[in-house]
């Protein structure tokens, strides 16, 4: 299995929802990441989990909160999100490599979110 | 601040034709240069580049890196409508626990018959 799954593929929610996206991987990938991608603009890296512990958070909004339940999968839990907050989500995992260094992100389909 | 930079930002060719895209960086602890491929959802992994002066080759694809110079660029060859996609260039760092990726803005191909 070499693909990164997202589910749902698209979600629409008011700005008093809470909502979660999943992402999942089978490749045994110990990094996985959270990005944020408007129309025309390139990924925004959000969120970074290295062996299930988070590494790297980009400032991003406590609006947002990732969660890694284990080393297959990672949730992004979404509430009183804002219409700004509309974009596409890219989940992606990488491969740690024996020198310490970090191969190349396979990336999920996404899922777009549109919030009313 | 971690800066990649895609020149052109867009380009329209003939199927046939030869194209060259380039990526330039400035990225503190550089570990990699990748190229994606994006087209309507996620994009697709073409090509990691972490030692300069060796080209990598797919098909049609290749791609050199510059260490000294800090760049890169991707060639294609005998370009396809299929070819016509949003190429994104992205440089690895490693912050000692994790990769983190900058992306360009990317370049917008557009191939026509």
């Known amino acids: 299995d070499t693909e990164v799954t997202q589910t749902p593929k698209h979600l629409v929610m008011g700005m008093t929802n809470k909502k979660s996206l999943k992402c999942e991987q089978h490749?045994?990938?110990?990094?996985m990441y959270w990005y944020k991608q408007k129309a025309k603009k390139p990924p925004e890296l959000m969120f970074v989990y290295s062996y299930e512990k988070l590494s790297i958070n980009e400032s991003v909004p406590s609006r947002f909160s990732p969660e890694c339940p284990n080393s297959s999968l990672l949730n992004l839990h979404l509430h009183a999100l804002q219409p700004e907050d509309s974009a596409l989500y890219l989940c992606a995992s990488s491969h740690k490599t024996v020198l310490g260094s970090y191969n190349e992100q396979f990336f999920g389909p996404g899922t777009r979110l549109t919030v009313l | 601040e971690d800066k990649v930079v895609q020149s052109p930002l867009s380009l329209v060719v003939h199927e046939g034709d030869t194209v060259t895209l380039n990526c330039s960086y400035e990225?503190?602890?550089?570990?990699?240069l990748l190229w994606y491929k994006q087209e309507k959802k996620a994009p697709t992994f073409l090509f990691m580049l972490?030692?300069?002066?060796i080209e990598k080759k797919s098909g049609r694809l290749s791609s050199i890196l510059d260490k000294k110079e800090l760049f890169s660029i991707l060639n294609i060859t005998a370009t396809q409508t299929g070819d016509s996609a949003v190429y994104l260039c992205a440089v690895g760092a490693n912050t000692g626990t994790a990769s983190k990726l900058t992306f360009g803005t990317g370049t917008r191909l557009q191939v026509t018959l």
């Open positions: 972490t030692s300069s002066g």
């Open positions: 990225v503190t602890n550089f570990r990699s």
């Open positions: 490749m045994g990938h110990r990094a």
